[in-house]
């Protein structure tokens, strides 16, 4: 059972849309981080999100964490085929990460 | 800096064989911890550290053991190998107040 539920877990579009990937649980967590992961690779960092309702920006990458702590949201607007990856929300407790499965994202030329 | 580094990139192993999966990192990150990936199950949570000489169980320890007798290393030990732990492994690492993880590339196994 995971801690942490992701939503779609797969996602295919077409280059210059829109996606959004949700990340949902029933607990609640001091902060939350999102990671995107490419095959062959390690998961890299993309965001730490740290209160409830705060939405931070990064380009085209918008993250929003849920005012009671428990749920967040990864929107990319205009995407690109270099957003194409594995995109993975992990939620913090004490010392450690609980992951999500992932989405998996493929942005098509 | 290297990062984390995690050798081998590729094993496979036969039941009941052991084997050590290395994990080093140079930027003197106190808390340091495995990962195991299967497909379709995000990272499962095997062992962590949060500083040398001191280790604790996460979601998934059975069938392996680690050690950390120095901040840099953090091995993880798989004593009798099993089909069960056909896995992508990953070493991380990170800040005690930041808790943001650095990953390695990963070890990919396979045991028949």
Same mark, same amino acid.
């Given at each position: @059972?995971?801690?942490?539920?992701? /939503? ?9 849309? $829109?996606?959004? !990937? ?13 990671? &995107? ?11 730490? !999100? ?11 990458? @918008? ?5 009671? &702590? ?10 690109? @085929? ?9 939620? *913090? ?10 989405? @998996? ?5 | 800096?290297? %990062? !984390? ?5 590729? *094993?496979?192993?036969?039941? %009941? ?10 930027? $003197? ?12 199950? +995000? ?7 949060? +500083?040398? +000489? ?7 320890? $059975?069938?392996?053991?680690?050690? *950390? ?23 991380? /690492? ?9 990953? %390695?590339?990963?070890? *990919?196994?396979?045991?028949?």
């Amino acid at each position: @059972t995971q801690l942490l539920e992701q /939503s779609p877990q797969f996602l295919s579009i077409q280059e210059g849309e $829109n996606l959004t !990937v949700y990340c949902n649980s029933s607990s609640v967590f001091s902060s939350l981080q999102w990671y &995107r992961q490419e095959p062959g690779e390690g998961p890299v960092l993309l965001v730490t !999100v740290v209160t409830g309702g705060e939405v931070k920006k990064l380009k085209r990458l @918008t993250f929003q964490f849920g005012d009671a &702590r428990k749920d967040s949201s990864l929107h990319i607007t205009a995407a690109q @085929t270099g957003d194409t990856g594995l995109y993975l929300c992990a939620g *913090r407790t004490d010392y450690k990460l609980s992951f999500g499965a992932g989405t @998996t994202v493929t942005v098509r030329a | 800096n290297a %990062g !984390v580094t995690q050798t081998p990139k590729f *094993r496979i192993l036969k039941i %009941g064989q052991s084997m050590t999966l290395q994990c080093t990192q140079d930027m $003197n990150h106190n808390y340091m911890y495995w990962y195991r990936q299967d497909p379709g199950m +995000g990272l499962k949570l095997i062992y962590y550290s949060v +500083g040398a +000489g001191i280790t604790d169980k996460g979601e998934v320890p $059975n069938g392996y053991n680690v050690s *950390r007798s120095t901040t840099e290393d953090f091995p993880l030990r798989l004593e009798l190998a099993a089909p069960s732990q056909t896995s992508v492994y990953f070493c991380a /690492s990170s800040y005690p107040l930041s808790y943001e993880q650095y990953f %390695g590339p990963g070890t *990919r196994l396979t045991v028949t």
